[in-house]
């Protein structure tokens, strides 16, 4: 059971950070809004990357950590493994909050512009692309993090203090 665990964890992590790569590239590579066919196409592989690669690989990264944190009892006390913990919340809630739904938005934005039935949708475009890039480099950051805590499992004390009898 730990092996299985280990490896959904790992394969979790793959997609998360695989797909998260694939958006700082695409958005490198967006064009302006004005070559509105592009940008809306663009923004659409976003939309379904983050949809079905990130958030897959996020959820089964973290499901996967927090069954193992239950199945094995030497990580239930390990520091390093409380900080993956802490940090994998962190990361979860970032990409539901600051990364997955303002791709969806602007996917939706932009093909709502596209098909000419939202005449300010044009106009709103490209509000969040320094916003959405910062928080795929925090998140990018956060999971390499995690990653070399797993790898090298730190030895990462938590002292309780205890008033002598």
């Known amino acids: 059971m730990r092996r299985l665990l280990k490896f959904l964890h790992t394969l979790g992590a793959i997609a998360l950070m695989g797909g998260m790569a694939c958006l700082l590239l695409l958005l490198a590579a967006l064009p302006e809004p004005a070559q509105l066919s ?11 990357i983050a949809t079905w690669i990130v958030l897959p690989g996020l959820a089964l990264t973290l499901v996967a950590g927090l ?7 030497s990580f239930q006390n390990a520091g390093w493994a409380l900080v993956k ?9 970032g ?7 303002p791709l969806q938005e602007e996917a939706e934005r932009s093909a709502a512009a596209l098909a000419g039935t939202d005449a300010a949708a ?23 993090l995690n990653v070399a805590l ?13 008033a002598e009898q």
């Open 150 to 162: 797993g790898v090298w499992r730190p030895r990462l004390a938590w002292r309780i203090w205890r």
């Open 122 to 144: 044009q106009a709103a475009l490209a509000q969040t692309q320094q916003a959405e890039a910062g928080t795929l480099w925090v998140l990018m950051a956060i999971t390499v």
């Open 67 to 73: 069954l193992a944190m239950a199945a094995t009892r």
């Open 85 to 93: 913990l802490a940090t994998g919340l962190a990361v979860f809630e």
């Open 95 to 101: 990409g539901f909050a600051g990364l997955v739904g």
């Open 38 to 48: 592009n940008y809306a196409t663009l923004r659409g592989a976003m939309a379904a």
